[in-house]
């Protein structure tokens, strides 16, 4: 079945520098892929998704690379700031009769140093 | 306006009893999903309802239920509870929850823990 798994648990950066947290998945099913964050008490907050005939897309701050030769997607975040630390996860949407179901991945924390 | 609230924020049960939670969406969005969020497991999808109908279901066994209402609000249940239930659920609206959009609003979830 459909997987997605993340490279790292934890992720360290400093303030200022670009971040970079990777995603696997394990098959074709995706229509396409959402990257949410996740800060501690609240839920997943919906950042940007990528449809899987897309290999870039960008939005604020925040860029999403999909290779679908390799199965692999990440999000950039350029100039991370101390409201970036959060916990990242990668879900893919596999389409049903008329709906999705997000499969997630198991979450990158991104800890920003000062 | 609002966002999606989920009722309560925690909750403390005793194995075998059952329970409830309850989730408001966005006005407007008339798909409700649920989501159980453990440290092993992560977010895994439990199910999906629209238009008081489910349409899309997780592998969780049949202690798990749930149902929407006429104004697209949604109760989970979960019956004989166990310890590994404890969990954070959460609930994600959206507007239609089908192809054209797979942006899902999540509420703060509620953090039920078995004892």
């Known amino acids: 079945g459909e997987s997605v798994g993340l490279h790292l648990p934890t992720l360290s950066v400093q303030e200022g520098d670009n971040s970079i947290i990777n995603c696997a998945y394990s098959?074709?099913?995706?229509?396409?892929f959402i990257w949410y964050k996740q800060e501690s008490g609240k839920g997943p907050q919906f950042i940007i998704d990528?449809?899987?005939?897309?290999d870039k897309r960008q939005g604020q701050r925040v860029t999403v690379l999909l290779n679908k030769t390799v199965k692999h997607l990440s999000l950039q975040i350029a100039a991370t700031q101390p409201g970036d630390s959060a916990v990242y996860f990668c879900?893919?949407?596999?389409?049903?009769?008329?709906?999705?179901?997000?499969?997630f991945g198991s979450g990158t924390r991104l800890l920003v140093r000062p | 306006k609002a966002g999606v609230t989920q009722t309560p924020r925690y909750l403390i049960k005793t194995r075998g009893q059952q329970v409830t939670l309850s989730c408001s969406p966005i006005?407007?969005?008339?798909?409700v999903s649920w989501y159980q969020q453990t440290p092993g497991q992560g977010l895994q999808f439990l199910f999906e309802?629209?238009?008081?109908?489910?349409?899309n279901k997780g592998n969780f066994p049949g202690r798990f239920s749930g149902r929407q209402f006429s104004n697209s609000r949604s109760e989970m249940n979960v019956s004989t509870l166990e310890l590994g239930d404890s969990a954070l659920y959460l609930c994600?609206?959206?507007?239609?929850?089908?192809?054209?959009?797979?942006?899902?609003?999540f509420g703060q979830g509620t953090r039920l823990t078995v004892v």
């Open positions: 994600a609206s959206s507007l239609v929850g089908g192809r054209s959009t797979g942006e899902a609003f």
């Open positions: 098959n074709s099913a995706s229509d396409y």
């Open positions: 990528i449809r899987s005939n897309m």
């Open positions: 879900a893919g949407a596999i389409p049903g009769d008329s709906s999705y179901k997000l499969i």
């Open positions: 006005s407007g969005h008339r798909s």
């Open positions: 309802y629209f238009s008081e109908t489910q349409r």
